[in-house]
Protein backbone atom coordinates (compact mmCIF):
# COMPACT_ATOMS: atom_id res chain seq x y z
CA UNK A 1 0.00 0.00 0.00
CA UNK A 2 0.90 4.06 -0.24
CA UNK A 3 1.63 5.85 2.69
CA UNK A 4 3.45 8.44 3.62
CA UNK A 5 6.70 7.94 5.96
CA UNK A 6 9.03 10.01 7.74
CA UNK A 7 12.56 8.33 9.12
CA UNK A 8 13.74 11.40 10.74
CA UNK A 9 12.24 14.45 12.08
CA UNK A 10 11.99 17.71 10.34
CA UNK A 11 10.55 19.60 8.33
CA UNK A 12 8.20 18.73 5.50
CA UNK A 13 10.63 17.71 3.41
CA UNK A 14 11.27 14.47 5.38
CA UNK A 15 8.54 13.29 4.48
CA UNK A 16 7.63 10.87 1.71
CA UNK A 17 5.34 8.65 -0.76
CA UNK A 18 6.11 4.80 -0.41
CA UNK A 19 5.03 1.41 -0.56
CA UNK A 20 4.99 -0.73 2.78
CA UNK A 21 3.35 -3.74 3.82
CA UNK A 22 -0.71 -3.78 4.92
CA UNK A 23 -0.63 -4.33 7.57
CA UNK A 24 -2.53 -7.49 9.41
CA UNK A 25 -5.23 -6.98 11.64
CA UNK A 26 -4.82 -9.09 15.18
CA UNK A 27 -7.16 -9.86 18.10
CA UNK A 28 -9.10 -7.07 18.58
CA UNK A 29 -8.03 -4.86 15.95
CA UNK A 30 -9.71 -4.10 12.38
CA UNK A 31 -8.61 -3.09 9.34
CA UNK A 32 -9.85 0.17 7.11
CA UNK A 33 -9.34 1.31 3.95
CA UNK A 34 -9.30 4.78 4.91
CA UNK A 35 -11.32 7.16 2.52
CA UNK A 36 -9.84 10.50 4.04
CA UNK A 37 -7.85 11.49 6.97
CA UNK A 38 -7.00 14.70 8.39
CA UNK A 39 -4.54 17.29 9.67
CA UNK A 40 -4.28 18.55 13.24
CA UNK A 41 -1.52 20.84 14.74
CA UNK A 42 -0.40 17.90 16.56
CA UNK A 43 0.92 15.95 13.08
CA UNK A 44 3.65 18.73 12.41
CA UNK A 45 4.40 19.15 16.18
CA UNK A 46 5.31 15.24 15.98
CA UNK A 47 6.84 15.53 12.61
CA UNK A 48 9.56 18.06 13.77
CA UNK A 49 9.36 16.69 17.29
CA UNK A 50 8.47 19.65 19.09
CA UNK A 51 8.86 19.52 21.98
CA UNK A 52 11.97 18.31 22.33
CA UNK A 53 11.23 16.43 25.80
CA UNK A 54 8.03 14.63 23.72
CA UNK A 55 10.78 12.63 22.08
CA UNK A 56 11.01 10.27 25.20
CA UNK A 57 7.40 9.01 24.02
CA UNK A 58 7.54 9.27 20.38
CA UNK A 59 11.22 8.27 19.95
CA UNK A 60 14.63 10.08 20.92
CA UNK A 61 16.37 9.38 17.29
CA UNK A 62 13.93 9.37 15.26
CA UNK A 63 9.85 8.80 15.31
CA UNK A 64 9.15 5.77 16.41
CA UNK A 65 5.85 5.69 14.57
CA UNK A 66 6.99 5.97 10.57
CA UNK A 67 3.63 6.66 9.25
CA UNK A 68 2.06 10.10 10.24
CA UNK A 69 -1.60 11.11 10.54
CA UNK A 70 -3.81 10.31 13.62
CA UNK A 71 -7.44 10.73 12.37
CA UNK A 72 -9.40 8.81 9.22
CA UNK A 73 -12.29 7.56 7.72
CA UNK A 74 -13.12 4.40 5.79
CA UNK A 75 -14.90 1.18 5.07
CA UNK A 76 -13.83 -1.99 7.43
CA UNK A 77 -11.53 -3.96 5.15
CA UNK A 78 -11.05 -7.23 7.72
CA UNK A 79 -11.68 -7.87 10.79
CA UNK A 80 -9.36 -9.85 13.78
CA UNK A 81 -11.06 -12.25 16.24
CA UNK A 82 -12.99 -10.84 19.27
CA UNK A 83 -13.96 -7.78 17.36
CA UNK A 84 -17.55 -7.92 17.85
CA UNK A 85 -19.07 -4.29 17.02
CA UNK A 86 -18.00 -3.66 13.61
CA UNK A 87 -18.10 -5.88 10.54
CA UNK A 88 -16.35 -5.59 6.71
CA UNK A 89 -18.07 -3.25 4.50
CA UNK A 90 -18.86 -0.57 7.76
CA UNK A 91 -17.74 3.01 7.43
CA UNK A 92 -16.27 4.13 10.14
CA UNK A 93 -14.24 7.16 11.84
CA UNK A 94 -11.31 7.14 14.34
CA UNK A 95 -8.43 8.48 16.24
CA UNK A 96 -5.07 5.91 16.11
CA UNK A 97 -4.05 8.50 18.86
CA UNK A 98 0.20 8.58 18.93
CA UNK A 99 0.24 5.46 17.06
CA UNK A 100 -0.29 7.07 14.05
CA UNK A 101 -0.48 6.26 10.26
CA UNK A 102 -3.88 7.23 9.13
CA UNK A 103 -1.70 8.63 6.34
CA UNK A 104 -2.13 5.54 4.23
CA UNK A 105 -3.77 3.29 1.80
CA UNK A 106 -5.05 0.85 4.98
CA UNK A 107 -4.43 1.58 8.94
CA UNK A 108 -4.89 -1.22 11.71
CA UNK A 109 -6.50 -0.09 14.62
CA UNK A 110 -8.30 -1.25 17.94
CA UNK A 111 -11.45 -1.62 17.93
CA UNK A 112 -12.09 0.78 20.82
CA UNK A 113 -11.09 3.40 18.56
CA UNK A 114 -13.29 3.17 15.91
CA UNK A 115 -17.13 4.13 15.73
CA UNK A 116 -19.66 4.20 13.04
CA UNK A 117 -19.12 7.59 10.72
CA UNK A 118 -21.69 9.88 11.18
CA UNK A 119 -24.26 9.10 8.43
CA UNK A 120 -25.03 12.40 7.38
CA UNK A 121 -21.33 13.07 7.06
CA UNK A 122 -19.22 12.65 4.03
CA UNK A 123 -15.65 10.48 4.75
CA UNK A 124 -13.85 13.73 4.21
CA UNK A 125 -16.12 15.37 7.05
CA UNK A 126 -16.08 12.49 9.32
CA UNK A 127 -12.34 12.38 9.35
CA UNK A 128 -12.01 15.80 10.60
CA UNK A 129 -13.99 15.23 13.81
CA UNK A 130 -11.82 12.88 16.09
CA UNK A 131 -8.86 14.35 17.73
CA UNK A 132 -10.23 18.11 17.39
CA UNK A 133 -13.96 16.91 18.13
CA UNK A 134 -13.10 15.24 21.04
CA UNK A 135 -10.94 18.38 22.15
CA UNK A 136 -13.52 21.03 22.09
CA UNK A 137 -16.14 18.17 23.63
CA UNK A 138 -14.26 17.67 26.76
CA UNK A 139 -13.35 21.57 26.92
CA UNK A 140 -16.36 22.42 27.06
CA UNK A 141 -18.39 19.55 28.24
CA UNK A 142 -16.34 17.89 31.02
CA UNK A 143 -13.65 20.73 31.38
CA UNK A 144 -15.95 23.17 31.65
CA UNK A 145 -19.27 22.12 32.52
CA UNK A 146 -20.72 24.40 30.50
CA UNK A 147 -24.39 24.93 31.04
CA UNK A 148 -27.23 26.61 29.04
CA UNK A 149 -27.53 30.10 29.86
CA UNK A 150 -23.67 30.74 30.39
CA UNK A 151 -21.33 32.77 28.37
CA UNK A 152 -18.34 30.96 26.47
CA UNK A 153 -15.36 32.68 25.05
CA UNK A 154 -13.30 30.64 22.90
CA UNK A 155 -10.22 31.96 21.78
CA UNK A 156 -8.55 30.42 18.61
CA UNK A 157 -12.54 29.54 17.19
CA UNK A 158 -11.64 29.65 13.19
CA UNK A 159 -9.44 26.45 13.98
CA UNK A 160 -10.17 23.05 13.87
CA UNK A 161 -11.23 22.38 17.68
CA UNK A 162 -12.59 25.96 17.62
CA UNK A 163 -14.84 25.77 14.34
CA UNK A 164 -16.10 22.49 16.18
CA UNK A 165 -15.99 24.27 19.97
CA UNK A 166 -18.48 27.27 18.84
CA UNK A 167 -21.12 24.45 17.44
CA UNK A 168 -20.96 22.77 20.78
CA UNK A 169 -21.31 25.60 22.87
CA UNK A 170 -24.12 26.66 20.91
CA UNK A 171 -25.88 23.42 21.33
CA UNK A 172 -25.02 23.29 24.80
CA UNK A 173 -26.99 26.73 25.13
CA UNK A 174 -24.56 29.03 25.84
CA UNK A 175 -24.08 32.43 24.52
CA UNK A 176 -20.86 32.96 22.61
CA UNK A 177 -18.34 35.28 21.84
CA UNK A 178 -15.72 33.68 19.11
CA UNK A 179 -12.29 35.41 18.93
CA UNK A 180 -10.57 35.09 15.42
CA UNK A 181 -8.88 37.59 12.96
CA UNK A 182 -10.85 39.62 10.41
CA UNK A 183 -10.75 37.47 7.75
CA UNK A 184 -12.59 34.59 9.59
CA UNK A 185 -15.15 36.72 11.42
CA UNK A 186 -18.11 36.09 8.71
CA UNK A 187 -17.36 32.09 9.09
CA UNK A 188 -17.23 31.75 12.93
CA UNK A 189 -20.96 34.17 12.66
CA UNK A 190 -22.28 31.25 10.20
CA UNK A 191 -21.25 28.43 12.50
CA UNK A 192 -23.49 30.16 15.22
CA UNK A 193 -21.29 32.82 17.33
CA UNK A 194 -23.61 35.43 19.24
CA UNK A 195 -20.55 38.01 19.44
CA UNK A 196 -17.28 38.07 17.28
CA UNK A 197 -13.72 39.81 18.87
CA UNK A 198 -11.18 40.69 15.69
CA UNK A 199 -8.31 39.86 18.00
CA UNK A 200 -6.29 42.08 15.28
CA UNK A 201 -8.15 45.38 16.48
CA UNK A 202 -9.47 44.36 19.81
CA UNK A 203 -8.02 43.12 23.23
CA UNK A 204 -10.77 40.38 24.39
CA UNK A 205 -9.30 40.06 27.86
CA UNK A 206 -9.46 44.39 28.24
CA UNK A 207 -13.46 44.40 27.18
CA UNK A 208 -16.05 45.33 29.54
CA UNK A 209 -17.19 41.38 29.12
CA UNK A 210 -16.87 38.54 31.96
CA UNK A 211 -17.68 35.15 30.53
CA UNK A 212 -18.18 31.95 33.03
CA UNK A 213 -15.69 29.80 30.84
CA UNK A 214 -12.90 30.84 28.48
CA UNK A 215 -11.58 27.88 26.30
CA UNK A 216 -8.00 29.07 25.19
CA UNK A 217 -7.02 27.00 21.85
CA UNK A 218 -4.02 29.62 21.44
CA UNK A 219 -1.74 29.98 24.49
CA UNK A 220 -0.67 33.34 23.16
CA UNK A 221 -2.07 35.56 26.49
CA UNK A 222 -1.13 35.10 29.72
CA UNK A 223 -2.83 33.45 33.13
CA UNK A 224 -3.25 36.63 34.42
CA UNK A 225 -4.96 38.43 30.94
CA UNK A 226 -7.03 35.00 30.64
CA UNK A 227 -8.51 35.33 34.04
CA UNK A 228 -9.32 38.91 33.85
CA UNK A 229 -11.64 37.69 31.11
CA UNK A 230 -14.00 35.13 33.05
CA UNK A 231 -16.32 35.93 35.95
CA UNK A 232 -15.26 35.76 39.44
CA UNK A 233 -16.19 32.10 39.79
CA UNK A 234 -15.65 31.23 36.35
CA UNK A 235 -13.49 28.06 34.84
CA UNK A 236 -10.49 28.92 32.05
CA UNK A 237 -9.88 25.78 29.93
CA UNK A 238 -6.04 25.46 29.02
CA UNK A 239 -5.63 23.34 25.87
CA UNK A 240 -1.78 23.85 23.98
CA UNK A 241 -3.65 21.69 20.97
CA UNK A 242 -4.42 24.38 18.62
CA UNK A 243 -1.17 26.59 18.66
CA UNK A 244 -0.85 28.63 15.00
CA UNK A 245 1.83 29.63 12.79
CA UNK A 246 4.46 26.80 12.87
CA UNK A 247 6.18 27.88 16.20
CA UNK A 248 7.36 26.02 19.20
CA UNK A 249 4.92 24.44 21.57
CA UNK A 250 7.38 25.66 24.30
CA UNK A 251 5.01 29.24 25.02
CA UNK A 252 1.71 26.93 25.20
CA UNK A 253 3.59 24.56 27.33
CA UNK A 254 4.95 27.03 29.68
CA UNK A 255 1.64 28.80 30.24
CA UNK A 256 -0.03 25.47 30.81
CA UNK A 257 3.11 24.46 33.34
CA UNK A 258 1.69 27.46 35.23
CA UNK A 259 -1.88 26.95 34.84
CA UNK A 260 -1.19 23.76 36.88
CA UNK A 261 0.59 25.33 39.70
CA UNK A 262 -2.22 28.03 39.79
CA UNK A 263 -5.16 25.90 39.89
CA UNK A 264 -5.28 25.37 43.56
CA UNK A 265 -4.49 28.86 44.90
CA UNK A 266 -7.03 30.97 42.79
CA UNK A 267 -10.62 30.74 43.08
CA UNK A 268 -11.07 30.66 39.47
CA UNK A 269 -11.15 27.05 38.15
CA UNK A 270 -8.41 26.54 36.06
CA UNK A 271 -8.05 23.21 34.02
CA UNK A 272 -5.49 21.76 31.91
CA UNK A 273 -7.38 19.82 29.39
CA UNK A 274 -6.09 16.45 28.08
CA UNK A 275 -8.33 13.88 25.82
CA UNK A 276 -7.87 10.38 25.75
CA UNK A 277 -8.80 8.24 22.32
CA UNK A 278 -11.66 6.66 22.50
CA UNK A 279 -15.32 5.51 21.77
CA UNK A 280 -17.13 7.24 23.90
CA UNK A 281 -15.89 10.68 22.55
CA UNK A 282 -16.12 9.23 18.58
CA UNK A 283 -20.63 7.80 20.08
CA UNK A 284 -20.94 11.26 21.33
CA UNK A 285 -19.65 13.45 18.50
CA UNK A 286 -21.73 11.22 16.15
CA UNK A 287 -24.59 12.06 18.06
CA UNK A 288 -24.04 15.70 17.87
CA UNK A 289 -23.57 15.20 14.31
CA UNK A 290 -26.23 13.24 13.50
CA UNK A 291 -28.50 15.95 15.33
CA UNK A 292 -27.55 18.96 13.22
CA UNK A 293 -25.66 20.44 16.11
CA UNK A 294 -22.09 19.61 14.12
CA UNK A 295 -20.83 20.21 10.81
CA UNK A 296 -16.99 19.92 10.42
CA UNK A 297 -15.63 22.83 8.19
CA UNK A 298 -13.01 21.60 5.27
CA UNK A 299 -11.53 24.34 4.27
CA UNK A 300 -8.72 22.27 1.40
CA UNK A 301 -8.64 18.83 0.86
CA UNK A 302 -5.16 17.60 -0.29
CA UNK A 303 -4.66 13.75 -2.37
CA UNK A 304 -2.40 11.66 -0.28
CA UNK A 305 0.97 12.31 -2.45
CA UNK A 306 0.49 16.06 -1.65
CA UNK A 307 0.82 15.78 2.33
CA UNK A 308 3.71 17.75 2.82
CA UNK A 309 2.10 20.49 1.03
CA UNK A 310 -1.06 20.08 3.29
CA UNK A 311 1.59 20.27 6.57
CA UNK A 312 3.15 23.35 5.17
CA UNK A 313 0.08 25.43 4.44
CA UNK A 314 -1.05 24.05 8.12
CA UNK A 315 1.78 25.41 9.61
CA UNK A 316 2.33 28.28 8.03
CA UNK A 317 -0.95 29.82 9.79
CA UNK A 318 -3.25 30.23 6.44
CA UNK A 319 -5.68 27.49 7.31
CA UNK A 320 -8.80 27.85 8.99
CA UNK A 321 -11.15 24.93 10.12
CA UNK A 322 -9.98 21.76 8.76
CA UNK A 323 -7.46 19.91 6.45
CA UNK A 324 -8.49 16.73 5.03
CA UNK A 325 -6.18 14.16 2.87
CA UNK A 326 -8.37 12.33 0.21
CA UNK A 327 -7.79 8.69 -0.86
Not at 179 to 207: E, I, M, P, Q
Amino acid sequence: MKAIVQDRYGSPETLRLAEVAVPTPGPGDVLVRVEAAALNAYDWHAMRGDPRLARLAMGRSRPRARIRGRDFAGRVEAVGVDVSQVRPGDPVFGDLGDANGAFAEYVCVPEALVAPTPANLTPQQAAALPLAGATALTGLRDAGRVEAGQRVLINGASGGVGTLAVQLAKAFGATVTAVCRTRNVDLVRSLGADHVVDYTRDDFTRGPHRHDVVFDLVGNRSLTALRRALTPTGTLVLSGGGVYGGGSLVGPVWLIARGRLLAPLVRQRVVVLTTTPGRHHLDALRAHAEAGHLTPVIDRAYPLREVPDAIRYLEGEHARAKVVITL
